[in-house]
C-alpha cells in the first residue's frame, strides 16, 4: 500500500454558540449562523432536540487558512445586526509562515531555513617543542 502525502484542505471543528436566542434554532438560523464561521454540517443531539438552551452546538467544515471568528455578525428579522459570540473546545494548529493547519512555523515544510554542518575550529601546523632538560625517568619511592 503506498501513502501520498496530500495537504489538508479543510478541517471539521465543533463550534458553540453561546446565548443564542431560542428563536434562531431552526435548521434555517443555524445553517446562516453556521456558514459565518465555514460549511454547516450537522447539529449535535442536544442542539436537535433543543436540551440544554444555554449554547447551540454545530459541525462546521472550514477551509485551510480561514479565519476562526471569536463572534459573527448577522441580520434579524427586523434587520438589526447582532452580534453571536463563537466559541471552539479546539482549535487546530496553523503556521504562522504557510498559514495552513496542522502544524507550526517551526515544523513547516515550506519554511526550510538553511542547515549549516557543525562549525570546525581552525587546525593549526604542529609546532616542535624543544625542552632544556634531558628526559629524566620517574623514580618509585618505597
Not at 16 to 40: A, T
Not at 69 to 75: A, K, N, S, Y
Not at 116 to 136: C, E, M, R, S
Amino acid at each position: 500500500m503506498e501513502f501520498s502525502k496530500e495537504e489538508l484542505q479543510s478541517v471539521l471543528i465543533w463550534i458553540k454558540l453561546p446565548g443564542l436566542d431560542f428563536k434562531y434554532w431552526s435548521q434555517r438560523g443555524l445553517s446562516v449562523i453556521g456558514s459565518l464561521v465555514g460549511k454547516p454540517l450537522m447539529v449535535d443531539k442536544h442542539t436537535a432536540m433543543k436540551l440544554g438552551l444555554n449554547f447551540a452546538t454545530l459541525l462546521v467544515e472550514v477551509k485551510v487558512g480561514e479565519e476562526l471568528p471569536d463572534e459573527v455578525l448577522f441580520r434579524n428579522e427586523k434587520g438589526n445586526v447582532i452580534t453571536q459570540k463563537v466559541t471552539y473546545d479546539w482549535r487546530p494548529s496553523i503556521c504562522e509562515h504557510c498559514h495552513k493547519y496542522g502544524h507550526n512555523s517551526d515544523s513547516c515544510m515550506k519554511n526550510k531555513k538553511e542547515v549549516k554542518g557543525p562549525v570546525q575550529a581552525p587546525v593549526a601546523d604542529p609546532v616542535l617543542v624543544q625542552t632544556q632538560a634531558p628526559d629524566v625517568p620517574l623514580q618509585v619511592t618505597t
